[in-house]
Nanobody, 128 residues
Framework: QLQLVESGGGLVQAGGSLRLSCAAPGRTFSTYAMGWFRQAPGKEREFVAGISWNAVSTYYADSVKDRFTISRDNAKNTVNLQMKSLKPEDTAVYYC?????????????????????WGKGTLVTVSS
């Protein structure tokens, strides 16, 4: 079973920045597309950003485009989400996800329940 572990969440003021990371201890995901999702209180989980296995292709939700940047380091087996110009509406639990059958763009539109692997999430709180 592939375990994904997120880190880097915390409390930040509006306009600030945070960097989230995702790792898979003891495993490699270098051949798979990866995604970041988030779930705000009382809302459904939603796609945030995705990256292809070789980092050539990235894809973002409109709400985070030009503010968030997804990247990966396959040598270190990590996927990162750099978030800047954070807004209170970015407050959510952020999840790292992987589906072996899907591209980064497919993860943006496929049903959440069909995505195979999830981390436990890391909380990001943006204060106004």
């Amino acid at each position: 079973q592939l375990q994904l572990v997120e880190s880097g969440g915390g409390l930040v003021q509006a306009g600030g920045s945070l960097r989230l990371s995702c790792a898979a201890p003891g495993r490699t995901f270098s051949t798979y597309a990866m995604g970041w999702f988030r779930q705000a209180p009382g809302k459904e989980r939603e796609f945030v950003a995705g990256i292809s296995w070789n980092a050539v292709s990235t894809y973002y939700a409109d709400s985070v485009k030009d503010r968030f940047t997804i990247s990966r380091d396959n040598a270190k087996n990590t996927v990162n989400l750099q978030m800047k110009s954070l807004k209170p509406e970015d407050t959510a639990v952020y999840y790292c996800a992987l589906d072996p059958r899907s591209s980064n763009k497919a993860m943006a539109v496929m049903p959440i329940r069909d995505i195979a692997y999830w981390g436990k999430g890391t909380l990001v709180t943006v204060s106004s």
